[in-house]
């Protein structure tokens, strides 16, 4: 595929990823807390997990290891650091969560495969075979170096925040409760802060349009969801600290 008719590929991306979030200013998706039976036929919470992000994983993989473009020191950290975002999300945090029972509408599952199969391709397309970038020199530059840092960062709030969710839920103990601790004294969804941050850096260290359109999808999921997951806790919760935002310390 020409470079040029890639791009277009990944502004319609970006451009749809744009329709979507003011879709999801107005629709819920339910799923977690927000779930319901009405969006047909559900699965385990854990298995859906499982099946909406391991394809980012293989796919990805698979575009990088069979590409054309030298597998250079700066493509294997681009890689590993893909990599383990979503072998922690494909394996590892399904195993971990405490949602014994819960399930999820098997169409979100099947929107979520389908946003990781076209995500990871046009990224993983990118960096196996069409970029000429990533070379030695590639490994100093401030952009690559910034966006490592703050890709580690942001993957480290978010796997805090996470622990401190998981931990909520004390064994033989079921329900919601207002988390606390960290950044969820500033805002109710740090989790998906972290998320933000991440594919921020992400998007820096890589430097193209394909990362930056995951960085704008990143954005326009998750702070809507953030948003309902905000409105939901003080719905719930009379006592809910009345100065904390949703998903940007002190802004939103």
Request: hydrophobic share 55%.
């Given at each position: 595929?020409?470079?040029?008719?890639?791009?277009?590929?990944?502004?319609?991306?970006?451009?749809?990823?744009?329709?979507?979030?003011?879709?999801?200013?107005?629709?819920?998706?339910?799923?977690?807390?927000?779930?319901?039976?009405?969006?047909?036929?559900?699965?385990?919470?854990?298995?859906?997990?499982?099946?909406?992000?391991?394809?980012?994983?293989?796919?990805?993989?698979?575009?990088?290891?069979?590409?054309?473009?030298?597998k250079s020191a700066a493509v294997i950290i681009i890689a590993i650091l893909f990599s383990a975002h979503y072998t922690n999300r494909s394996l590892i945090y399904p195993l971990r969560i405490k949602t014994t029972g819960k399930k999820m509408p098997l169409l979100i599952a099947c929107m979520a495969v389908i946003f990781n199969t076209v995500n990871a391709s046009i990224i993983g397309y990118h960096t196996g075979s069409l970029q000429s970038t990533y070379t030695s020199q590639w490994l100093t530059d401030p952009r690559f170096i910034s966006g490592i840092i703050v890709f580690i960062a942001g993957m480290a709030i978010n796997l805090c925040s996470d622990e401190k969710l998981i931990h909520l839920r004390l064994s033989g103990v079921s329900g919601y409760k207002i988390p606390s601790g960290g950044l969820f004294n500033y805002i109710s969804c740090p989790n998906f802060f972290g998320e933000i941050v991440e594919w921020a850096g992400f998007a820096l260290l890589c430097w193209s349009l394909p990362s930056l359109s995951f960085f704008v999808w990143t954005v326009c999921n998750l702070l809507p969801r953030a948003l309902d997951h905000h409105r939901w806790y003080k719905k719930q919760f009379p006592e809910y600290p009345a100065a904390r935002k949703a998903v940007l310390p002190f802004i939103l």
């Open positions: 595929m020409q470079e040029e008719t890639f791009n277009i590929i990944v502004v319609a991306w970006i451009a749809l990823a744009c329709i979507l979030f003011f879709v999801l200013l107005f629709i819920t998706v339910p799923y977690g807390r927000h779930s319901t039976r009405r969006w047909g036929p559900t699965i385990p919470n854990r298995l859906g997990w499982f099946i909406m992000e391991i394809p980012a994983l293989i796919i990805f993989l698979c575009f990088v290891l069979s590409g054309s473009a030298q």
